[in-house]
Structures are given as structure tokens and as C-alpha cells.
């Protein structure tokens, strides 16, 4: 059975950082894409950044400059370190591992 499981999330005030972690366990051979997604109250789930197997990563508008997507294979992990955080980056962070969702972890940003 696999899980995946997000670590990192927190309250930091305006123009702070955090580093999100995502781990997946159990039985997989490898992971195609992974990304991370965020859900604000009353709004639909959005893509913030996700990363393939080759290529570049892929970041939201909103984040660009900002946020830096990374991945690590061998640990089937995926990171997403935040800089210069707004209070409009509040939400509920998910990670995604091909078709596998994480619980979600909570970024509150204050101003």
C-alpha cells in the first residue's frame, strides 16, 4: 500500500520561508511526476509547481521567483522551498506523486 506523506507547513509571517516535504512509502518502482498543489478556502484546488522525470520544472505565475520545486529520486521525495511568502500563499499544500495524493499540510501566512 502506498502513502505519501507532507511535512513543513507552519505559520510564518509575510516575506518569511518554509520548505515543504513530501515522501511516498510502500511499493513503487518509480514516479513519473511529481508536484505540489495548494487549496485556499472557498477556492479550487490550483497547481503550484510540479517537476517530471526530464525537463524543467513548471511553477504557477503566482509563484514564479519565488517558490523552488526539487526532487529526489532515490528517496521518492519532493520538496518545495518557499521564499518570500504572502499572505496570499495561505492554504492546504498537497503533494501529488503521479496519481498518489498526499493528506495535505497547512501554510499560513500572516501580514
Given at each position: 500500500q502506498v502513502q505519501v506523506v507532507e511535512s513543513g507547513g507552519g505559520l510564518v509571517?509575510?516575506?518569511?520561508?518554509?520548505?515543504?516535504s513530501c515522501a511516498a512509502t510502500g511499493?513503487?518502482?518509480?514516479?513519473?511526476?511529481?508536484?505540489?498543489?495548494?487549496q485556499a478556502p472557498g477556492k479550487e484546488r490550483e497547481l503550484v509547481a510540479r517537476i517530471g522525470s526530464y525537463g524543467g520544472p513548471i511553477y504557477a505565475d503566482s509563484v514564479k521567483g519565488r517558490f523552488t520545486i526539487s526532487r529526489d529520486n532515490a528517496k521518492k521525495a519532493v520538496y518545495l522551498q518557499m521564499h518570500s511568502l504572502k499572505p496570499e500563499d495561505t492554504a492546504v499544500y498537497y503533494c501529488l506523486l503521479d496519481s498518489w495524493w498526499g493528506q495535505g499540510t497547512q501554510v499560513t501566512v500572516s501580514s
Open positions: 509571517q509575510a516575506g518569511g520561508s518554509l520548505r515543504l511499493t513503487i518502482f518509480s514516479i513519473n511526476v511529481m508536484g505540489w498543489y495548494r
